[in-house]
């Protein structure tokens, strides 16, 4: 479990170091990290240099850990910016704990969500589903929907 924490801060990490400057077009935070709820869980974002692409990585901890890696399309819903709707997909791997099964599993999700960053505090709130089906000892749909807040950098 320290394994994977410490890559997901390298990460972390490398996306802050390689984020670059924030143009006139772009969202008005460069890269968030904070928690999910529902599953619990990390999340981290980095808006990158096109306006309407993100990257979302997120760790949940449910019946062992499972990692999600989703690119993301915003569209911006209000003037101030600070108010996005996304659409993304990507992949997700983990491992589950021996109460749930146990084994790997390896899967493709969805995203539709929104996004809101306050406009005079480093904080952003997100709510989105996260459809996806997983593969492993048993193939599954999975229909996360959760709650991110995030401090933004």
Request: proline residues 3%; charged residues 15%.
């Amino acid at each position: 479990m320290k394994r994977i924490v410490l890559l997901f801060a390298t990460l972390f990490l490398f996306f802050i170091i390689n984020a670059q400057s924030i143009k006139e077009d772009q969202p008005i935070y460069k890269t968030a990290i904070g928690v999910r709820f529902a599953p619990l869980g990390v999340s981290f974002k980095a808006n990158r240099h096109l306006k309407s692409t993100s990257i979302e990585i997120i760790g949940y901890f449910k019946d062992g850990f499972t990692g999600a890696f989703l690119y993301n399309w915003n569209f911006t819903l209000n003037t101030a910016k600070n108010l996005k709707a996304y659409v993304g997909g990507g992949a997700n791997i983990g491992f589950k704990n021996e109460k749930a099964g146990g084994g790997a599993l390896l899967g493709a999700s969805g995203v539709i969500g929104l996004d809101y960053k306050f406009l005079h505090l480093p904080l952003n709130l997100s709510l989105d589903w996260q459809p996806g089906f997983q593969f492993g000892k048993s193939n599954d749909f999975k229909g996360l929907g959760g709650i991110g807040v995030r401090f933004t950098l």
